[in-house]
């Protein structure tokens, strides 16, 4: 059926481009399949002679990491290569818990671990008298847990040989939860390509979906407290749970990227499929209500359909108030009374206030809008200013409760829409810094077809992001004078600037997939600001958070 399926492909691309143009299309895709495995090898395969180097090295901090895996059922393949991957650890202060809730008839689970215990002292294994579900069974590995950090492994997956070493090397710089990125697998973790990369942390990202996952290590006194263990409420979607609680009480955060944790695709597994598990799902959506209640940030969850593991909150507005539209552009007289028309159709949210990009803007005097909650003025007075460039027109009427959700947060500095060109492409998705580009950000996804999904459902959730652009752009006014407004000087790269010195005062700023605006002009996005680049010089060089440097070197954003 696959060759089938194969053939039929290619016969189609046969009547559409012509025998040889098909051929090399073809060619190119494997030779292009072939350049991507090598890169990703050349990211996770580390060489033995830098393993060597790690094993010989003493960090200058070495806590004890409780690994932390709960036993079921385990197929003793399975179990076997787990245990040897923690013990070919290049760091070696390290405890393996296992509780074992596994059923009578799995008698070879006990025998296996046994025997590894009694040859490695850091193995822990105890033989639970009842099997206490997913969160049960790992409650009681925290309980056989000495070290000051636990590490979260599951029975079928595997660590890779640098995991614990690397995870040292953030601790020692004050990280209290570390997470890396992944690669799911089936057979050999040399030939998988199924990478799972991450974006650094990010609180509205990780209310999504969680994108966290493998391999998370954390501090063991982030556990103190009345809900310090698993909670049975949020049994399928416990670890989720945990990162959600975990986060909320870490001061240092720190996201490796790099392919430390090998997570094992069989039937039955999660990574395989997750439909059909509604409890799973359920479970999920009480673990970020939960923290909604605990954050005392009013909302709803639901599933953003047809994603069950993609999440869509709804925050409730504490209040409504005056939203200050700052129109720039170059539309006047007529044009520009009809745009603000058309605006006004298209927009459900009162009260507005339509601040005009000038005095002589060539409108009429007796131009007014005849709405009780709507007026027009010179310069803006309201409690949140939402920069609008005449270009663009939203598409769904709840645009502007889409972003005042979000800029209402006290966390919260730049909120910004999806925005799609004419054509119905991707124009704006979100930007990163990027020292490789003329103007130092790379925008994401910047052409690509509006309903596609992109890289891990990143066009299909909220997240974090650095810039946003005042082509469309909301900012509290509270925020907005903190900073110091924007910096003229920088030009077309004042709204970048802007956004970096949101982050730098402690801010998150927000990208929503769930606001969308068309964009009718046909200017490029920050073409080229040296400024910028001097500016911002240091943070360039580090590297955007959000900008994997993996899937930078794929080019997949």
Not at 48 to 72: D, F, G, M, V, W
Not at 126 to 145: D, S
Not at 300 to 323: K, M, S
Not at 354 to 378: M, T
Request: glycine content about 6%.
């Amino acid at each position: 059926m696959r060759l089938y399926h194969k053939c039929r492909n290619f016969c189609s691309k046969v009547r559409k481009q012509g025998f040889q143009d098909s051929v090399k299309y073809y060619l190119n895709r494997k030779k292009e399949q072939e350049r991507v495995l090598r890169i990703i090898q050349a990211y996770h395969l580390t060489p033995e002679k830098e393993l060597e180097r790690q094993r010989n090295t003493e960090p200058e901090y070495s806590p004890l990491i409780s690994i932390i895996t709960p036993l079921y059922n385990t197929p003793e393949e399975f179990l076997r290569q787990l245990l040897e991957s923690v013990q070919s650890q290049t760091y070696g202060n390290w405890e393996l818990c296992l509780a074992d809730g596994s059923d009578r008839e799995y008698t070879a689970v006990e025998e296996i671990c046994t025997g590894y215990a009694r040859s490695d002292s850091r193995i822990i294994y105890k033989k639970l008298e009842k099997n206490e579900g997913i969160v049960g069974n790992t409650n009681r590995c925290i309980e056989l847990a000495s070290g000051s950090y636990c590490g979260l492994l599951d029975h079928d997956d595997l660590l890779h040989p640098s995991a614990l070493y690397k995870v040292v090397e953030a601790i020692g710089k004050g990280a209290d939860f570390i997470y890396t990125d992944e690669m799911k697998f089936r057979d050999s973790i040399e030939c998988s390509t199924d990478i799972v990369c991450k974006n650094g942390f990010g609180k509205d990202e990780l209310r999504s979906h969680n994108y966290i996952c493998h391999f998370v290590v954390f501090q063991r006194s982030l556990l103190e407290g009345e809900d310090a263990l698993y909670r049975k409420e949020c049994e399928g979607s416990q670890d989720y749970d945990m990162t959600l609680r975990l986060t909320e009480q870490a001061e240092h955060i720190v996201h490796i990227p790099q392919i430390l944790y090998y997570w094992r695709v069989h039937e039955g597994s999660v990574s395989m499929n997750l439909s059909g598990k509604q409890y799973a799902v359920d479970a999920a959506k009480r673990a970020i209500a939960a923290q909604l209640k605990r954050e005392r940030e009013p909302g709803t969850v639901e599933c953003n359909y047809p994603y069950e593991t993609i999440y869509r909150l709804a925050y409730r507005l504490e209040e409504h108030p005056v939203v200050s539209v700052i129109l720039w552009g170059n539309l006047r007289g007529r044009e520009l009374e009809d745009y603000i028309r058309g605006l006004l159709a298209k927009t459900s949210y009162r009260p507005l206030e339509i601040v005009l990009p000038c005095e002589n803007s060539g409108i009429k005097k007796d131009f007014y809008v005849q709405e009780p909650f709507v007026q027009i003025s010179l310069k803006p007075g309201g409690d949140y200013l939402l920069y609008l460039n005449e270009a663009c027109m939203p598409v769904n009427t709840s645009w502007v409760e889409e972003l005042l959700m979000y800029a209402q947060r006290k966390d919260v500095g730049v909120v910004g829409p999806h925005m799609t060109d004419r054509n119905g492409r991707t124009y704006f998705a979100g930007a990163v810094l990027d020292y490789e580009s003329p103007s130092g950000i790379h925008v994401i996804n910047h052409g690509l077809d509006a309903e596609e999904q992109g890289y891990e459902a990143n066009m299909k959730h909220v997240r974090n992001t650095t810039v946003l652009t005042m082509l469309c752009m909301m900012v509290s006014n509270n925020v907005f004078e903190k900073l110091d407004g924007f910096d003229e000087e920088l030009g077309a790269c004042k709204d970048a600037d802007f956004c970096i010195r949101s982050i730098r005062h402690g801010k998150k700023n927000v990208w929503t997939c769930f606001c969308s605006v068309t964009y009718s002009g046909a200017e490029n996005l920050w073409t080229e600001c040296a400024e910028l680049k001097k500016r911002w010089e240091q943070e360039l060089e580090k590297g955007d958070e959000y900008y994997h440097p993996l899937l930078k070197k794929l080019k997949w954003m």
